[in-house]
Every structure is written in structure tokens, then in C-alpha cells.
Nanobody, 123 residues
Framework: DVQLVESGGGLVQPGGSLRLSCSASGYRYYFYCMAWFRQAPGREREPVAALDSDEITAEYGGSVAGRFTISRDPDKDTLYLQMNNLKPEDTATYYC????????????????WGQGTQVTVSS
């Protein structure tokens, strides 16, 4: 079975940084695209960033552009999200997603999901 396991979440003060990781295993095909989404209580799941396997195209949701950086280590089957200058509005559960799709920022396009890791930005 395919497994995506996120880690690295936690409590951080505004302006701080966190690095999330997503480790993928149990799949037979290489995922062309891996992505991060997030969901805050009472809100819809929204896209954060997506990156293709060639690491050529990185797409970012508008609210995180310039602050977050997505990267991927294919040798370790791991996806990363470096989050800098965190704001209280970044508080959410962050989910890793993967599939063989051309990296759309649409949650419905991804069939494989992790369980999520909580990020809380508060003083």
C-alpha cells in the first residue's frame, strides 16, 4: 500500500520557520507530482505548493509565494516544505499529496494523501 507520512509540524512564533517532510513508500510507480495542501478548521483544503519529478516546475498558492519553498529528494522519496516568515494565518494541518498528474493545485486531482501534520503559529 502507498504511504505518505508527514513530519516536522509544531508550534512556532510569528516570523519563525519550520521545515516539513513527507516520506513516500509502498508505491510501484514513481509519482510525477508531489504537493502540499493545508486545511484550517472550518475552511476548505487549499493548495500550498506542488513540484514535478524533474523539479522544473514549482507552483505555489498565492498566500505563501515568496515565503515557502518546496523541494524534493528523489533518492530518499521525500518531499520537503521550507516555511519561513510564518504568520498566524498559516496555522493549519498540512497534508502531503502525490499522483501521476501534471502538478495541478487542485486537491481532487490527487489520489494519495498523508495523514497530516499540525502547524500552529502563535505567540
Amino acid at each position: 500500500d502507498v504511504q505518505l507520512v508527514e513530519s516536522g509540524g509544531g508550534l512556532v512564533q510569528p516570523g519563525g520557520s519550520l521545515r516539513l517532510s513527507c516520506s513516500a513508500s509502498g508505491y510501484r510507480y514513481y509519482f510525477y507530482c508531489m504537493a502540499w495542501f493545508r486545511q484550517a478548521p472550518g475552511r476548505e483544503r487549499e493548495p500550498v505548493a506542488a513540484l514535478d519529478s524533474d523539479e522544473i516546475t514549482a507552483e505555489y498558492g498565492g498566500s505563501v509565494a515568496g515565503r515557502f519553498t518546496i523541494s524534493r529528494d528523489p533518492d530518499k522519496d521525500t518531499l520537503y516544505l521550507q516555511m519561513n516568515n510564518l504568520k498566524p494565518e498559516d496555522t493549519a494541518t498540512y497534508y502531503c499529496a502525490a499522483d501521476s498528474v501534471p502538478c495541478p493545485l487542485l486537491a481532487d486531482e490527487y489520489n494519495y494523501w498523508g495523514q497530516g501534520t499540525q502547524v500552529t503559529v502563535s505567540s
